[in-house]
């Protein structure tokens, strides 16, 4: 069993030559990206779910940008004005190590932070600047950016000039990463939202549904259960939207991660882990 003592050691031994090969995701957004599984009230229930444990190939880099072995919550030093709990990160990485062991280190970059509205992620911006920062942090080493995994929207349900201005201002965000990153065409997987704050839902949602842009995917959380605040994802729906981040992600992909991967595991079946 993977003690805590294994994740101390692992975190001393973490250096810039044991990041070459790390394979790093940013997870960027509003709070259902941070995690609100398990949070009633402001008080997290500390449950966090096998698919979310800790694994001594995934790690994340911390608000100091160390890499440190990753737990749950993820965003618990990133989204510090609320209280954090389970989100889809975790289950989406132990996911794709479950596809592939020998996929070497998965790298998560929490970015998250709840209740901002996408004009608040424009260039320039503070949570723009944060974003940028802490990827290029994140890849200093020899690891790679494979994908962001975005998460927003909820707080531009509330206007309607906010709702009908998302699609360009989230097509421009992308676009200004990717070229700020020095990745054209960085893959992104965004998440279309499935609860909001206000009345124009159907406008993001529509919006996020319809973007066309290469190498951008979109998983719908709609049907994943909600908690009793009708707004967060709770702790088992989280887990199912890690996994299904996981499997488009391995989409995008234009071969196997592994050429021997569907033989060695069974439960990735045409594209689904199962």
Known sequence: MFTFLSLILLAHAISPASSQGKNIFLLA??????????????????????????????????????WVPAAEPLHKDIDVNVTAGVGPGMSFAN?????DPSLGVVGLVPCAIGGTKIRQWVRGSFLY?????????????????????????????????DAESYKGRLEKFFEDLRSDLLSPSLPIIQVAIASAQGPFMEKVREAQLRLDLA???????KGLELGL?????TTSAEVKLGKMLADSFLRTRPRPLKNNAPSRFPNYVGGLLH
């Open 29 to 66: 957004g509003q709070s259902n990206m941070s995690g609100r599984g398990g949070v009633t009230n402001g008080t997290w229930d500390g449950f966090v779910p096998p698919e979310c444990g800790p694994n001594p190939s995934v790690l994340r880099l911390a608000a100091n940008l160390t």
């Open 95 to 99: 996911a794709l190590l479950a596809y």
């Open 129 to 161: 600047d944060q974003l940028v920062r802490r990827a290029d942090a994140a890849a200093r080493g020899g690891g790679k950016i494979q994908a962001m995994l975005w998460y927003q929207g909820e707080s531009d349900t509330v206007d309607e000039d």
């Open 215 to 221: 190498n951008v995917k979109c998983v719908d959380a």
């Open 229 to 233: 605040d009708h707004l967060h994802l």
